[in-house]
């Protein structure tokens, strides 16, 4: 199957730094990707929709200043989370769709940050 | 209420018994997706089901569109299926709806 990898697999940082997550689709070029956010025992929350080559659409309530994504190819999107607080400590999921038949969708490993 | 709802939240099971997870929404959807989250995080999509009933392994997913309703089984568990298990409404936009998981154990 098709198979989308995220780097790093976890990171640890300061108060006030940023710090960048990658998503990749390894096997295949994925026009869609998502980013999600998930909290301890709590199920996904969509951030944002990445098309390649255009701006990312947020969800409600998602600061786009401070989770800038970035999809410059068709098999990669990145997530930056600026000026990173503890409350910004998560964990962060991609995933990537295909583009071949209805709704596939391949999720990423994941990337733990805890900010510090 | 919620758009999708699933039951039960938690399950602990002994080794070769049969699982049925279920899954209940109330909007109208493009697809169904059947996902699995082990411990450490990472997800894998199991199915994504729009009518009838699919197949892998030990695993059978089943939907019934007029009724809004899915449902997961897992024959003959093993301790290795313990995951949490998620179902997730696939709509206009391919942007997924999920539900609250449920949190499955097999005991040896």
């Known amino acids: 199957g098709a198979v989308v990898s995220q780097h790093p697999s976890w990171v640890i940082c300061k108060s006030g730094t940023s710090v960048k997550i990658e998503c990749r689709s390894l096997d295949f070029q994925a026009t869609t990707m998502f980013w999600y956010r998930q909290f301890p025992k709590q199920s996904l929350m969509l951030m944002a929709t990445?098309?390649?080559?255009?701006?990312?659409?947020?969800e409600q309530g998602v600061e786009k200043d401070k989770f800038l994504i970035n999809h410059a190819s068709l098999t990669l999107s990145t997530l930056t989370v600026t000026s990173a607080h503890p409350e910004d400590s998560s964990f962060y999921i991609c995933s990537a769709r295909s583009g071949q038949g209805m709704d596939t969708q391949y999720f990423g490993p994941g990337t733990r940050l805890t900010v510090l | 209420k919620n758009e999708v709802e699933q039951s039960p939240q938690n399950l602990t099971a002994q080794e070769g018994e049969f699982i049925t997870i279920n899954c209940s929404y109330s909007?109208?959807?493009?697809?169904l997706h059947w996902l699995q989250q082990h411990p450490g995080g990472g997800i894998v999509s199991l199915f994504m089901?729009?009518?009838g009933k699919k197949k892998h392994g030990r695993l059978i997913a089943t939907i019934n569109i007029q009724e809004k309703h899915s449902s997961l089984h897992i024959t003959a568990s093993h301790p290795r299926d313990s995951a949490v298990y998620i179902c997730a409404l696939g709509a206009a936009g391919n942007k997924l709806t999920f539900g609250g998981g449920t949190r499955v154990l097999v005991k040896p």
């Open positions: 089901l729009s009518s």
């Open positions: 909007v109208g959807i493009s697809a």
């Open positions: 990445s098309n390649e080559g255009s701006k990312a659409t947020y």
